[in-house]
């Protein structure tokens, strides 16, 4: 096939039948690319084991990943301009599909870390992309559908990566999780050479701006690596306020750089415009919503119910299986409505969910928990198809690209800092907890008293020494002290997802206008 087919040459050869060929494509690698972004979470203690890995170097699975992919998704309206859809496509992919078969090969810990970063960096080309041959091959009054269709990709496959995964680790190996994407990459390549357009003759080629690049990825890096690490080492500490100080500087010199370059990564000027920047306010904390809710959800139900990585992967199924009935009745929807509306009752639904989680304990029951997971995925879903239409439908055609990029760029650093941000909020309230619940275990409580003299009471008739069973006694009562502090350190940071989504009715309502006009 030549490389100079256009999308309407394509048209004429497939007919109608294109636009679904054409998005069933791209959507081969949003989905490879999306689940492995949350897969790795439930085979984290399986890695650490093999490789005798420590904390710290685990988080680097999660954060070279989102932070590669976060800054790689501004690449995409440059390589689309000098190289076309096609070869865009093709080159992410099988970048994709090399680092995912190098992680489940992966003789040591270096190796597995490049492995994410890599994948991370191709993730990141993918799903603008596809966004963007969407709303090309769809009419206006259509797209609302096909960005539910987008949104099967990028909601989906995070809610039923963790299931797959623990299925995985649990009867198999963690490197199955790097070799599930595979297949899926495979076929996307074939693929891409039958249904997707070459790069379009007689348009120019912009410079590449590897200055912005250069500040926004050591922005990236320090930044997530400051919000990792302060906990372990202090806040205060000279490594963290480094990393803040350099993240700091970085991140004002890329904004300060791209409103002079005339070639930007990221067009500023698009955020003048106030349906896309309420938009993109909007899917900040969309993005955060969606992976602090991934990352918290199983995190809970294994460390305060015991729940096996496939019981707690399962927690997240019935979801899944919602969102294909929700996304293309929230999709006809868009098509019918303002975005706005279905956005923010979305946003409403979503903190509804989040809240009663708020409420809950070690006697939750599973289908309680999965009722309140498949709740919020509802409320995600009219989210995300009204949010991609309503973004980039009040954009010019010839800034489709870029907005593209912007608005998956900033909905993905959403997710990169809300799982970081939550990550805190979550270790700094079990240590509240903690210090509350331990300063009131004095002579003076009649509870912790009669609980310490049960205990010893049961330990004397196994035939423990008294010095041991009161050791033994006080030793069981901290470990349910930091059971119980974990429990409401998990509450309070539901609560605080919910608050944010609540809050985040505020940008929605600036998308009640579209503007097409160009920004100047």
């Not at 699975?61 to 096609?86: C, D, H, K, P, Y």
């Not at 990236?220 to 919000?227: A, D, E, R, T, Y």
């Not at 300063?439 to 049960?454: E, H, K, R, V």
Request: with cysteine; net charge positive; glycine share 12%.
């Amino acid at each position: 096939m030549a490389t100079s087919d256009s999308i309407e040459t394509l048209f004429s050869r497939y007919g109608p039948a294109y636009r679904w060929l054409a998005t069933a494509t791209v959507m081969l690698g949003t989905i490879a690319s999306v689940l492995s972004s949350t897969i790795v979470n439930v085979a984290l203690p399986d890695i650490m084991g093999t490789f005798g890995m420590g904390q710290d170097k685990a988080q680097l699975l999660s954060t070279a990943f989102l932070a590669a992919m976060t800054g790689t998704m501004l690449l995409n309206a440059w390589m689309v301009e000098v190289i076309g859809q096609r070869m865009t496509f093709v080159a992410a992919v099988s970048l994709f599909m090399g680092a995912s078969i190098l992680g489940g090969l992966a003789p040591g810990e270096g190796v597995l870390i490049l492995a994410r970063l890599l994948q991370g960096a191709a993730a990141g080309i993918l799903q603008p992309l596809t966004m963007l041959v969407i709303f090309q091959v769809f009419p206006a009054d259509r797209r609302g559908s096909a960005m539910g269709i987008y949104g099967i990709g990028v909601v989906l496959a995070p809610a039923l990566g963790p299931t797959l995964g623990g299925i995985m680790v649990d009867n198999f190996s963690w490197r199955y999780v790097f070799f599930l994407a595979v297949p899926f990459c495979a076929v996307g390549l074939v693929a891409a050479t039958l249904f997707l357009p070459g790069r379009v003759a007689g348009t120019g080629r912009r410079r590449f701006d590897w200055l912005g690049f250069v500040l926004m990825s050591i922005f990236l890096v320090s930044l997530l690596n400051g919000l990792s690490n302060g906990q372990r080492h202090g806040w205060l500490s000279h490594r963290i306020l480094v990393d803040f100080v350099v993240a700091a500087s970085t991140g004002v010199g890329f904004l300060v750089w791209e409103l002079h370059t005339p070639t930007p990564m990221l067009n500023l000027k698009l955020f003048k415009l106030r349906t896309f920047a309420g938009a993109a306010i909007v899917a900040f904390i969309f993005g955060a919503g969606i992976y602090g809710s991934t990352y918290l959800v199983p995190l809970f139900v294994q460390t305060i119910q015991g729940y096996t990585p496939t019981r707690s992967g399962l927690l997240l199924m019935p979801a899944g299986l919602v969102l294909g009935v929700v996304f293309p009745l929230a999709g006809r929807l868009t098509d019918r409505t303002p975005a706005h509306l279905p956005i923010m009752f979305g946003l409403l639904v979503f903190a509804l969910s989040s809240l009663l989680m708020a409420a809950a304990d070690t006697n939750t029951s599973f289908l309680a928990f999965a009722w309140w997971i498949v709740l919020g995925r509802v409320g995600l879903g009219f989210i995300m198809t009204s949010l991609n239409a309503g973004a980039l439908g009040a954009l010019p055609p010839q800034l489709l690209g870029q907005g593209s990029g912007a608005i998956n760029f900033v909905r993905q650093l959403g997710g990169a800092l809300g799982v970081n941000l939550l990550s805190i909020v979550l270790e700094q309230r079990s240590q509240l907890y903690a210090h509350a619940f331990t300063a009131s275990q004095d002579a003076a409580n009649g509870a912790t008293a009669a609980f310490l003299l049960g205990l010893a009471s049961l330990y004397a008739k196994l035939g423990l020494p008294e010095a041991m069973a009161r050791a033994g006694s006080l030793e069981f009562l901290g470990r349910t002290i930091a059971a119980q502090a974990s429990m409401m350190a998990f509450r309070d940071s539901f609560l605080v997802v919910a608050v944010i989504f609540v809050l985040a009715l505020l940008p929605a309502g600036l998308m009640r206008r579209r503007h097409h006009a160009t920004p100047s």
